[in-house]
């Protein structure tokens, strides 16, 4: 009789944009121009699918505006849901609890917007959940690039200004406040504005 497969204890959230031409990277077209951005945004994309496919943890992939399940992301190696929530906060706080409610131990989410990103370190970030509450991996410009926890913190996703610089230091400011240990990972870009692209992007 052939063992049983157990359930992965540790989940890895993707939360990813539907590519749609001028309703992605929009920051980054104003200066470069849609076309540019889009064609970034799906590199971006592919760079984040093959960091994550071979890691030994349960994904889901959640979309902005519809499950595509056509796309180059494999159904069989990703789940595929849909966001859901009236900000950026929400959709993050909902998506943590089905997770944990669904009996994971750690999560950690991320997006798909950091080429600096690697296995290396998303595995360090399960690897710190083993001895504090929270991970989480700051972004140079002033956001973060993945959070991690082991249950659920509702205040980290309330009272933002999401997409601005002060993010990180809020979501710090609460953490603290919460008594909560955490582990702060190495600083990452996120790519957002021309000035974030690195040379052969350009």
Known sequence: MSKRKSKPQSLLIIFYRNPELGKVKTRLAATIGDAKAYSIYLLLSEHTRDVVEKLPFHKILYYSDFVDTDDTWSSAVHEKLIQSGDNLGEKMETAFRTGFNCGYKSICIIGTDCLDLSARIIKEAFRRLLTHDVVIGPAVDGGYYLLGMNYLHPAVFKNKNWGTNSVL???????????????????????????DLPPNFK
Not at 175 to 183: D, E, R, T, Y
Not at 184 to 192: A, F, P, R
């Open 169 to 195: 230091s809020e979501t710090l400011d609460d953490l603290k406040l919460s008594g909560l240990s955490f582990w702060q990972l190495e600083t990452l870009n996120d790519i957002d504005r021309a000035e």
